[in-house]
Structure formats: C-alpha cells, structure tokens
C-alpha cells in the first residue's frame, strides 16, 4: 500500500552537493522543500572524527562510506556484443550514499573547464577540421551553455568552498603563478594556495625548467581558516594524508555539512528524510508533468510525495536511472543513434608515472586531497593538435594525497607484486617516491551509453542500470602523447629511475580510477540532441531538474565537482527568478 | 569511551548496516554517544579456520610477505589472525558484494563474477589448492611443500595457470588473498594484523597522525614522530 503525503514545493532526489546546492537556493527563495536521502545522516563528530578517520582499511578497503552494492548495483560491459554482467564490488568508481554523498569523500580538486571544453564541437571543427570531432564514432556535442554564463556561479562556489588557489587569469589578464590557461575570472581565490610540500615542488621546478606553467593545484582542502557566506566556518587543512575516500574530521575539506547544512538545516521550510529511496518519478496522464515521487523507505513503506518540481539531484547513474524507469525522453539506441537518455556516457582517462629517488625523502605520508603542483599546458585544446590524431586532453599533477600503505607504496618497473623483491621495494622506496597523476578528458562516442540491463534486478525489482564502455583510439592516443609529456618532466627531476603506469587495453570494473563518470542525461540547445537544457530542466517534462555530471555531452580533463556546483548554481539562479514566477520551459524547444 | 560505551554506540548508530527513516529539520540533529567507533579485533582465539586451513594460510602468507631482516613476515605480523577475523565478520559473509544471479563467468574487465562471499571463497578455495597440490606435487598438502614449490604454485594461481577445481576460479582467489595479506600488513593494529606497528615502522609510514603541518615546508627532513595507531602508541595502552 502507497500513502500519499502532503504536497511540497519541490522534492530533491538525492543529499549530496547539487542536492545541498539547490535546497538552499529553493529554500531561501522560500519553497517548502523536501530532500529524500537514501543513506543515513552523517556528520564530522559522529561520522569521522579525528580519533577514528584516519582508517585506511574500514573507509577505503572495506566501503564504509560508499554505497553498498549488496543491494543495487549496476551492469557493466566493454561492448554492444559483450553481455553485460553486474559489478559486484566497487572498484573503479567509488559511489557515495548519505548524506553528502561523494561530497564527504572527495579529494576537494576544485576545477572550472576552459571556454572551449565548452564547445568541444563546434571548436575542434573550426580549428581542425569536421573529421576531428567524427574520427572514431565520437559523438561530440556542445554544451548549450558558455563559460562566460557560467564564470559567476562558478565563483559562488569557490566562495562557498573557500578554495585555495591562484589565480591565473583575472578579468583578461594573465597573473603570474596561476594557471594562464584557465578562462578568465572575475575574483581572485577566496584563500591563498596551499604551501607544497616536496614532491610536488619538485615537480614544479622541473616542469618550470623544460618551459611549462606550473601552478598550485587549486583546493577545497583549506590553506587557512575561512567562513563562507553562509557563516559556516572551515578549519586549516592540516595534512594528515586521508582526504580522497575519507570524511575530514578537521572541517577543513569543503563538503556540504562543512559549508552548507548548518545553514540549510536551520531552516523551518526545508525538511531531510534519510533512508528513503525513490523509485520513480510520477508523471501525469499526458506524461507532461511530474506529479511527485515514489519512494520506500528502509522500514519497507511505500510513499507518494506530491511535489510541483521534481530536482533529481543523485550521482549521475541514478539519475539517469531514475529518467529511464521513469519514461522521461527517449532512451538513445546505439545502433540508430536515435534517442538522447543514456547518450554519451564517458568517464576520465587516467595514466601516471611513478619517481623514485636515493637522495630525497619525499615523505608522502604529509599530503592532502588535491596537494599538487599542476602543469595545463597539454589540457584541453591549450595546444596545437595539428596532426596528433586526437582532440582532448590531460592536466599533469605532481601529487602526493597521501602515504597510505596499503594502497600507495609504489615499486619500480618489474617488481613483483609479492614475496621478498616486494618486500625489499615497498621498504625501500615507500619514503622515497612519489607519483605524477595524468587526468585525461574522455570524449563521447557512439557506443559508450546507459540503458537498463535486461536480466539483473535489484532489492526492490527494478532493472539495473547497464553500462556500455570502452576506452576509444582518441582516448589512446590522447593519454599517450600527454604521458609521454609526463615522463620528460620525470627525466628533468634527475630521479634514480621511474616507471610508467599507461592507459592500455579495455576499460576494467576492477582498478580505482576516478569516480568521474559523465554524460547519459547530456544538456543542449535543443531536445533532438540533450536530455536537458542548459538550466538542467527536461525538454519533455518540464517541472523536472535533472543535476550533476550526467549533464556533460563529454568529459573534460578535469575533475567535474566545480562544474557540476556551477551548472547547479546556474539552474538555481533561473529557477528562483523565472521558473517559480511562470512554471514552464525556461527554454523554448 | 568505556567498552560498555562502545558497546552502545555500536547498537544505536545509523551507519551503513540500515537504520530506521529519520526525519530531520530546524536543526543540525546530533546523539550523545553516536560516534562510529571502528569496530576492534579483540581476544587472539582463531574463528573461522580450521587447523589445517590456518596451516594453508600461514604457509601461504609467509610466501607473499616472508621473513628478512628489513621488517616482519606475515605471519610475523598476525596477518592470519587479521584474516580470520575478517572472514568471520561482514567483509567474509560478503557484506559489500553483489552475489546475486545469474551467475556467469564473464570477462576478465568485469571483474569478480563469483557466487562464493569471501568467506565462501577462501573455505573452497584452500581445498581446492591443497586438492591440487595434492595431485601435482606427491600427495602433499600445500603447507609442507617447499618454498620453491609454493611459489611455483601461487604464480600459477596469479596467471590464472593453475586450473581449480570446486568452482574456484584461481586468479579471483589470489587476487583477493593478495590484497586481503597486504591490508593485514598495513592496516591500523585495532584489526588484528600489523604486530606492533612494525610494518608500518619497516616502510617508515608514521600511522593516524592528525597533524603534519609543521613538515609541510621541511623538505626532505626526516620526520621524527612515534609511530601512532588508532588506539595510541604501544606505550600507552598496551604496556
């Protein structure tokens, strides 16, 4: 039996950050607003505190603060012809549930994509050519939506967060120590860079020599204390080396309890319920209008949630997800290309080199989640790709996130995994190397999409999700050239030797990589192309949102959080001074 | 907190096992003796092997992790210890793991595809390399073959060479057994393993401390801290 509630303004699908984001914004524009959170309340005290979070084995190894996929997961598969089988461990993606999601434990790299990642499309066809943008099947689109559009909400997020960093491009001019690549910004950084430590300032001196740019990595880890606009206080990082995967017990990592919720929850018009999964959204007869949700909760009860918006603010494969149960657009088919819900699924394409040295403690153990010292020269289309046979790109990090020895001792090349050799390595050279991340765009291709899995159900009998991927040649290739860029920075830091980890062969649900995937409810101009518009709202049901990276025609090589913050920010901006004045399309189809 | 006090917070705390649906608003809620204290290995009895499994896994350990004088084997290190207790808690029913069907063996790039929870696993697993020790190496069990011999058989189990019976796929079990050996190694004391500290002091990682702010600008200086655990310093609670 379903009971039906009492109506609300706007339910929110998910608590992360965009969920965080968008019930502020609605709450303070005065909507009753609900937030249904599948997984439990978490806070620093009780969640993570200092006394118990730096536990590599329980938060990283063992789950505790990811989805538990027991009872949902999804289906993964290289290629059409492959049959797709469930992921039955996390491995590499790490899913948040929660309250604050990923948002909890994410590295805090705070990113904005260049102005042309913005128009991956038009761009790359303008400056090299209609074949660069259909080599290999790709099926790039552009955004719908500009940098320029984006650059103010973008900086409301960085003064949410505090970020900390330099600028490197200040209304058109170029400022020495940030990044001179990056679109231009009307404010500086809220809080100065993070001081580097020794790795990463190595790396700096070396990319200096061979001509690059480097540039502190900018930070949701703080340089020193701050309080944002919303009057919630950050701490000053302090280095202990367990961000990425962990919850920060020092309010010093920027998360939706550190900046937004005690704020948020202070207010009499917004309400959170936890252990509460929607199932589907409900449309009306026409299939027009949502009507609300429907969701159970951890007691086994069905509810209807009446609600006049419907924001699906869950990761990326639950939103799409949710749409594709929910009959909202046309699930894209990859043998016609017809049809736009799941289109352009795409993820990051990773490479590292490892550095190790005789006479340089490195000290990794003091690090922090997005501790770097970064080069852009070879992200984006921030050089010439003449020739080079591929579009895209890949910042070059010197990092250290950490010292964290079950997961990051790193041995040279041909080294076993185990026995005495190991031993001996992991003893030598765990104080003494370091590694360089290469964080690569991925670029959309015809046979990489979402849809539901024919056979795999999870607890409540609702398909799964399937997921169809695959690394393309231009993704090969991309990585290789900025790799290859990587390792001669490697060779101007003088180490003893280094070892080179390449992007090769076929996507594996095994290895960590990021939990950056992307696309599936794409936004654009227009509803032949996207999911969305470029305020996140459906083209074929017009009172639903839907946030998040899902939102990405393709990926960029950068980490999504900022952009996805921004894109909410966006939304949110057009809804409390359009939407809720005249309900309707907020663009015309 | 009191072990009674631990005992309690364990009971009411909303943490991934499910909870009850809560609703929340007009403030940030907060419970009294909530935290969500790790959950410790205590006592040193063996709960999930059996004699002759606890032989097969401390032979197996010490190969992947033997003795020299850089620091301590495995064994040294109480990885069976952490390994028992491990199977024998939720990570071994499988707590994190899909093991619903159809099951199918799939691609190496899908990953685990198993029915067995790690527990499950393990209890096939080591009989089916004792199995085929067994037929291949003179009737011996795996325990009391010689080292070469064992590493001859773990590489092959790692290459996926050595073909077991019962339903185990080799280089599933290896892979896990690695990570599992590693994670007894180097995780925090409170969960069995790494005796002492003394992995952690062999590569040179100083443990849970919360602050290093005063090294981040001391380059390449040796950083003297004590070796700290979650539960403090051996000095402290253990002397």
């Not at chain 1, 039906?4 to 005065?30: E, N, R, S």
Request: aromatic share 12%; proline share 7%.
């Amino acid at each position: 039996m379903t009971t039906t509630l009492k109506p609300v303004d706007a339910v929110l699908v998910g608590f992360g950050w965009t969920g965080a984001i968008m019930g502020q914004q609605l709450a303070d524009a005065g909507l009753s607003v609900l937030a249904l959170e599948r997984g439990p309340w978490r806070d620093t005290a009780t969640d993570f505190a200092t006394g118990f979070a730096q536990d590599e084995l329980r938060y990283m190894w063992r789950h505790h603060l990811f989805q538990n996929v027991t009872d949902d997961t999804l289906t993964v598969r290289n290629h059409l012809d492959q049959e797709a089988l469930p992921m039955r461990h996390l491995g590499s993606f790490l899913l948040g549930t929660g309250v604050g999601s990923g948002g909890v434990h994410w590295n805090g790299q705070i990113w904005r994509f260049l102005p042309s990642d913005f128009q991956t499309k038009s761009h790359n066809q303008q400056r090299y050519g209609a074949k660069a943008v259909s080599d290999y099947d790709l099926t790039v689109q552009d955004w719908g939506v500009t940098y320029d559009e984006l650059e103010p909400h973008y900086d409301t997020f960085d003064k949410l967060c505090g970020t900390s960093g330099k600028a490197g491009n200040l209304n058109g001019q170029i400022q020495a120590g940030g990044n001179p690549f990056e679109g231009a910004r009307a404010n500086e950084y809220p809080t100065p860079p993070m001081t580097q430590t020794y790795g990463p300032t190595l790396f700096g001196q070396a990319a200096a020599e061979l001509g690059h740019h480097p540039f502190p990595h900018p930070t949701g880890n703080l340089s020193q204390p701050y309080v944002n606009p919303l009057g919630a206080q950050l701490g000053k990082c302090t280095y202990c080396g367990f961000c990425e995967k962990f919850g920060c017990g020092n309010y010093s990592k920027a998360s939706p309890q550190t900046t937004i919720l005690p704020y948020l929850m202070a207010k009499p018009n917004f309400t959170l319920k936890t252990e509460c999964e929607v199932l589907r959204v409900e449309l009306s007869a026409d299939r027009k209008r949502a009507t609300g949700v429907t969701y159970v909760n951890s007691a086994g009860e069905e509810f209807f949630q009446p609600a006049e918006m419907v924001i699906l603010s869950a990761y990326v494969l639950q939103n799409v997800r949710l749409l594709l149960l929910s009959g909202i657009g046309k699930p894209y088919d990859p043998k016609t290309g017809e049809g736009v819900v799941g289109k352009n699924y795409a993820y990051q394409t990773m490479s590292s080199v490892n550095v190790f040295f005789d006479d340089k403690l490195i000290n990794p153990f003091i690090g922090a989640g997005a501790l770097a010292t970064v080069i852009d020269d070879f992200n984006g289309d921030n050089f010439d790709h003449s020739g080079l046979g591929f579009i895209g790109g890949a910042y070059v990090g010197g990092m250290v996130t950490g010292g964290r020895p079950i997961e990051m001792i790193y041995t040279p090349q041909g080294v076993p995994a185990w026995g005495l050799e190991w031993k001996q390595a992991a003893a030598k050279n765990y104080l003494r190397s370091f590694s360089f991340s290469i964080h690569g765009s991925c670029m959309s291709h015809r046979g990489n999409y979402l849809d539901l899995d024919p056979t795999y159900r999870d607890v409540h009998g609702r398909p799964m999700l399937r997921m169809t991927f695959d690394f393309t040649d231009n993704e090969h290739k991309m990585s290789d050239y900025v790799t290859d860029k990587a390792v001669e920075v490697a060779k101007a830091m003088n180490p003893r030797e280094f070892k080179v980890n390449r992007r090769t062969g076929s996507w594996s649900v095994t290895p960590y990589q990021t939990t950056h995937n992307t696309g599936g409810a794409i936004m654009g101009d227009n509803p032949r192309d996207s999911v969305v518009n470029k305020f996140l709202q459906t083209w074929d049901v017009p009172n639903v949102f839907s946030l998040g990276s899902g939102a990405f025609p393709q990926n960029a090589g950068y980490n999504p959080t900022g952009t996805v913050a921004a894109l909410a920010y966006h939304a949110a901006h057009e809804i409390t001074t359009r939407y809720i004045k005249a309900p309707g399309p907020l663009v015309a189809a | 907190m009191g072990s009674a006090g631990a005992a309690a917070a364990a009971g009411i705390h909303d943490g991934e096992l499910g909870a009850p649906p809560q609703t929340y608003t007009g403030k940030v809620p907060w419970q009294e003796g909530a935290a969500d204290a790790p959950p410790a290995a205590l006592g040193t009895d063996f709960r999930f092997f059996t004699p002759a499994e606890r032989s097969f896994i401390e032979a197996a350990v010490n190969r992947l992790i033997p003795p020299d004088p850089a620091g301590p084997s495995a064994v040294e290190a109480n990885v069976p210890f952490f390994l028992d207790r491990q199977l024998a808690g939720p990570f071994g029913r499988g707590d994190h793991y899909f093991l619903g069907g159809p099951w199918k063996k799939g691609a190496a790039e899908q990953g685990y595809q198993m029915r067995f929870s790690p527990a499950q696993l393990y209890r096939a697993a080591i009989k089916a390399v004792d199995d085929y020790a067994a037929a291949n190496f003179h009737g011996a069990a795996f325990a009391s073959l010689a080292d070469a011999d064992k590493d001859k058989l773990l590489k092959g189990l790692e290459a996926g060479t050595v073909q077991l019976g019962d339903g185990v796929d080799a280089k599933s079990f290896f892979a896990m057994l690695l990570q599992n050996t590693k994670e007894g190694y180097f995780s925090d004391p409170l969960y069995g393993g790494n005796k002492d500290m003394a992995a952690w002091k062999m590569i040179g990682f100083p443990g849970a401390h919360y602050d290093y702010s005063e090294w981040v600008t001391r380059h390449g200086e040796k950083v003297p801290y004590p070796t700290v655990g979650m539960k403090g310093r051996p000095g402290w609670s253990e002397s």
